[in-house]
Nanobody
Framework: VQLQASGGGLVQAGGSLRLSCAAS????????MEWYRQAPGKQRDLVATISTGGGTTYADSVKGRFTISRDNAKNTVYLQMNSLKPEDTAVYYC??????????????WGQGTLVTVSS
């Protein structure tokens, strides 16, 4: 199962970006979908998760500013990021787990998309 992330870029503080991540392959189910981020010189941190049923969780640092959503028909997860701050600058990674034909269970990561927020 492959994940392709897109939507990163350069934005001024206070601006917005929408990240997308599409899963492809012989997918039979997708359970949890997540967004992580890794700032330069720091560890990779969990930003947001969304379950099959649409339940969501957020890191405290993004609550009220970021919204995770998913389109199950398109096997795609989104991250709407509003009121961006310079400290949101990072490479953002998507991840998903579930089941696929010929594989069984999978736990896949996307390649990352860079978000840069200028002050």
């Amino acid at each position: 199962v492959q994940l392709q992330a897109s939507g990163g870029g350069l934005v001024q503080a206070g601006g917005s970006l929408r990240l997308s991540c599409a899963a492809s392959g012989t997918i039979t189910s997708i359970k949890s979908m997540e967004w992580y981020r890794q700032a330069p010189g720091k560890q990779r941190d969990l930003v947001a998760t969304i379950s099959t049923g649409g339940g969501t969780t957020y890191a405290d640092s993004v609550k009220g500013r970021f919204t995770i959503s998913r389109d199950n028909a398109k096997n795609t997860v989104y991250l709407q990021m509003n009121s961006l701050k310079p400290e949101d600058t990072a490479v953002y990674y998507c991840a998903a787990d579930g089941t696929a034909e010929g594989i069984g269970t999978y736990d896949s990561w996307g390649q990352g998309t860079l978000v840069t927020v200028s002050s």
